[in-house]
T-cell receptor, first 113, second 115 residues
Framework: TQLLEQSPQFLSIQEGENLTVYCNSS?????LQWYRQEPGEGPVLLVT?????EVKKLKRLTFQFGDARKDSSLHITAAQPGDTGLYLC?????????????FGKGTKLSVKP | DTGVSQDPRHKITKRGQNVTFRCDPI?????LYWYRQTLGQGPEFLTY????????KSRLLSDRFSAERPKGSFSTLEIQRTEQGDSAMYLC?????????????FGPGTRLTVT
């Protein structure tokens, strides 16, 4: 069974702090996506990483794909209350199903002003 | 910019009733996925269409569940004889067929509550 483990499960921080969220698996993924989900809404795609070791930046968010394509991290610099939400990582595997994603359970982030 | 839409957004039903949800994908996206998300969990894959063909079904999709995409555009997901365990958010996502990175664009979901 392919699993994506996300840590931490919950994170509550003050505005201005930095944080890192981790996504780990024993499986190799052809690509990995990060999504953010607000309560009662569907996930919104933030970024896709494809190449091992790849780093992508989206304003204050930095995403990294592990060299072996088994893990990823999301780092947020100077967090703001607007960053509050559920952060989900999702992986697609080589071969097998045509792109159905395997999701982690998510990291619920709360940024307090 | 028309994203993925789902209808209804919320559905409350009594145990044993049938319910049907609709998903309209992004125009020209030929792949459409259904997921289910319960509290504290990430979305779990249910089924997937390439145009009108249903190509894969998860073991989560019991015999009470059926999905269609008759003309390769919108899709419906029907649950017969609902059970309390069916209470969840049902998410639809679409992607262009040629997307090698499998980026999926999700709708707002349908929240089902079975009483």
């Amino acid at each position: 069974t392919q699993l994506l483990e996300q840590s931490p499960q919950f994170l509550s921080i003050q505005e201005g702090e930095n944080l890192t969220v981790y996504c780990n698996s024993s499986s190799v993924f052809s690509s990995l996506q990060w999504y953010r989900q607000e309560p009662g809404e569907g996930p919104v795609l933030l970024v896709t990483v494809v190449t091992g070791g790849e780093v992508k930046k989206l304003k204050r968010l930095t995403f990294q794909f592990g060299d072996a394509r088994k893990d990823s991290s999301l780092h947020i610099t100077a967090a703001q209350p607007g960053d509050t939400g559920l952060y989900l990582c999702a992986g697609a595997t080589y071969g097998g199903s045509q792109g159905n994603l395997i999701f982690g359970k998510g990291t619920k982030l709360s940024v307090k002003p | 910019d028309t994203g993925v839409s789902q209808d209804p957004r919320h559905k409350i039903t009594k145990r044993g009733q049938n319910v049907t949800f609709r998903c309209d994908p992004i125009s020209e996206h030929n792949r459409l996925y259904w997921y289910r998300q319960t509290l504290g969990q990430g979305p779990e894959f249910l089924t997937y269409f390439q145009n009108e063909a249903q190509l894969e079904k998860s073991r989560l999709l019991s015999d009470r569940f059926s999905a269609e995409r008759p003309k390769g555009s919108f899709s419906t997901l029907e649950i017969q004889r609902t059970e309390q365990g069916d209470s969840a958010m049902y998410l639809c996502a679409s992607t262009p067929g040629s997307a090698p990175t499998y980026e999926q664009y999700f709708g707002p979901g349908t929240r089902l509550t079975v009483t």
